[in-house]
């Protein structure tokens, strides 16, 4: 039995994740703020469990890795999948669009990871995909300042629980996909049309893809872009 944590894998790219992780046999512990969102995979009875979670109330964190551990006993895998994008930059937003995107973003997966890290370490093969984006790669004109930083600063935290966890067999990738066709860029302006955005099959695809690897093949980062860009 392998086991892994999704927050946010009711719906969206999280839905997706949790729908192929299933079909390759794990058995999943999600975080959800709507526990209901649950219902859509209760086909596979006894492969998931779902657990309250929300991204901005630290309270949250350890009764689900609690409630994880208690009820499949290991924990192989975090997928820190939940994330919000609010228009922030120098014109745009306001304050408290920004500590959101902070507490979602960048705190939330920050205390998920140093709660699981213990079991992660573990099984000797434990694993951490962080959902990036292009956007923690480069900044590009016309892109949410505030959403930018905060997808840096995770792509340097997977650079630190990798090096946290190495000898105990943790790997950790920050998976960085360009648009995804989810309803988190709904009414954003600019961004790419819907026909050349990644499907979050797609997506998916790449999680698993990254889970399957072994201890010897460390992925950091996995970047996929939807449209031409200089190099990054």
């Known amino acids: 039995m392998r086991v892994a944590m999704i927050s946010g894998g009711g719906r969206g790219l999280g839905a997706a994740i949790t729908r192929k992780l299933l079909e390759d046999g794990w058995t999943l512990s999600l975080g959800l703020r709507d526990r209901g969102q649950a219902d859509d995979f209760t086909a596979r009875s006894g492969t998931l469990a779902a657990f309250p979670f929300d991204a901005t109330d630290p309270s949250t964190v350890t009764p689900w890795v609690e409630g994880t551990m208690d009820r499949f006993g290991r924990l192989d895998a975090l997928i820190n999948n939940a994330g919000i994008l609010r228009i922030v930059d120098f014109e745009q937003g306001t304050e408290a669009d920004l500590d959101d995107l902070w507490a979602v973003n960048v705190k939330a997966p920050f205390r998920l990871i140093r709660a699981a890290l213990p079991h992660l370490r573990q ?17 590009r004109a016309g892109v949410s300042i505030g959403y930018s930083m905060t997808k840096h600063a995770l792509l340097a935290m997977t650079q630190a629980v990798r090096l946290a966890g190495w000898e105990d067999g943790v790997r950790a990738t920050a998976l960085c996909p360009g648009a995804i066709d989810t309803d988190l860029l709904a009414g954003i302006p600019g961004t790419t049309p819907r026909a050349e955005r990644l499907q979050p099959e797609t997506v998916a695809d790449m999680v698993a893809f990254l889970l399957s690897l072994p201890n010897q093949a460390s992925v950091p980062e996995m970047i996929a872009n939807t449209r031409p860009e200089s190099p990054i």
């Open 123 to 139: 099984t000797g093969r434990g694993r951490v995909i962080n959902i990036a984006s292009t956007d923690a790669k480069r900044y």
